[in-house]
Structures are given as C-alpha cells and as structure tokens.
C-alpha cells in the first residue's frame, strides 16, 4: 500500500473549495451580461435583475474567500532560480518527459505563476467592479473611467476563465493531483515525481 503524504488540511480544502464555488457563481453571472448569447444563464439566478443584484456580492464574497487562500499561500508561491530553470525545461514537460524537469518544491513555477495572475486578476476584478457597481458607487467616478473600468474588468475576467480551465485541466492532467484538494494527502511517489524538494522537506520534517 503507497505511503501518503498530507498535502493540504482541511482549512485550506474548505477554503480552496469555497473560492472554487464563489468563483463559478460569479463567472456564470457575470458572463450572462458579457454577451447577449450567455443572457440565459440568468436564470439560474432568478433572472436578470436577481443576477445583476448578486453578482457583485457575490464577487466581493470571492475575493475575500481569495485574500484567505492567498494569506495561505504565497509564502510557497515565491518565485526563484530553480523556478527559472523550471521554465526553461517546460518544453520537455508540455512533451510527457517528466523525468527532464528540474526538481520543484511545493508549487512548480507554471503553479506559481497561475496563483500570481488569478491574484491580479481578482485585483483588478474587484477595483474596477467597485468603480462601476451601481447604485453604490458608480457616482463618485467620471464616465470615462468607469468605461475604462468596465473594459479592464472584461479582460481580467476573461484571462481568469481561462487561467482556471487551465488549472483545472492541469489538475485533472497530472494523475493524482485532484486527491490532494479532495483527501488531502498525495502519494510518496506522486510527491516524488512532481514535486522532489517539497518530498525532502516533508521527510527531513521541516
């Protein structure tokens, strides 16, 4: 039977999976107004004047739930030299040769760099949504800068959707990775294989 090895408690787990929620729930509500082609997902919220109401609160809810997740984490999210040497080896693992890639620790810099931009992103989400959140502050704003908060909270959206498939696919991709955020523990040899400094660490018990 493989040894396991504790990846994430079950703080991080309910924390992670409360973002993960707030998350959809935002993203479907949000793109209800994105385009007319996605109108129909307000319906899940009630309807249009339901998923207006909701959506910034419920994007506000997210970016809380993040900033604990984020407090959590970013200490291991430091990129550094061996996070360099990571990328520039990133060819051989986008061709299945996990064995050509420089030891990680608890996070590879691909996982360091996606926690770094969804940070930003919900940055940017949540000041620019403020800037034209309607009927609370949108007032104080000039016109051309909630236009202008208006399209950058489109972008961030967007290239967060697409962070996230990324990492759920890449979850999903990599064997064993998904146990970690469901259980909570990983397999010695998966923790070997992906992530051979973080291994060290946890057996030397630091």
Not at 51 to 75: D, E, N, Q, T
């Amino acid at each position: 039977m493989a040894r396991m090895i504790p990846r994430y408690n079950e703080s991080e787990r309910a924390n992670h999976w409360m973002v993960a929620l707030l998350f959809m729930l935002a993203a479907l509500s949000g793109l209800a107004f994105f385009h007319p082609a996605f109108y129909f997902l307000t319906a899940l919220f009630g309807g249009g004047s339901w998923a207006r109401i909701l959506h910034p609160f419920v994007g506000v809810l997210m970016c809380l739930s993040f900033l604990g997740l984020f407090m959590r984490l970013k200490g291991d999210n430091v990129l550094n030299e061996g996070d360099r040497a990571w990328r520039a080896k990133s060819a051989e693992l986008l061709a299945g040769n996990k064995a050509a890639m420089p030891p990680a620790g608890k996070y590879n810099a691909a996982q360091k760099i996606t926690f770094w931009v969804k940070s930003l992103c919900l940055l940017v989400l949540l000041v620019t949504g403020v800037m034209f959140w309607e009927p609370w502050f949108a007032h104080y704003f000039p016109i051309w800068a909630m236009r202008l908060a208006v399209l950058l909270h489109s972008v961030s959206a967007t290239v967060l959707i697409l962070t996230v498939i990324m990492h759920i696919y890449a979850a999903i991709w990599v064997k064993g990775s998904m146990r970690a955020m469901t259980r909570g523990d990983v397999t010695e040899g998966w923790a070997k294989q992906n992530h051979a400094l973080w291994y060290e660490q946890v057996s030397r018990g630091k």
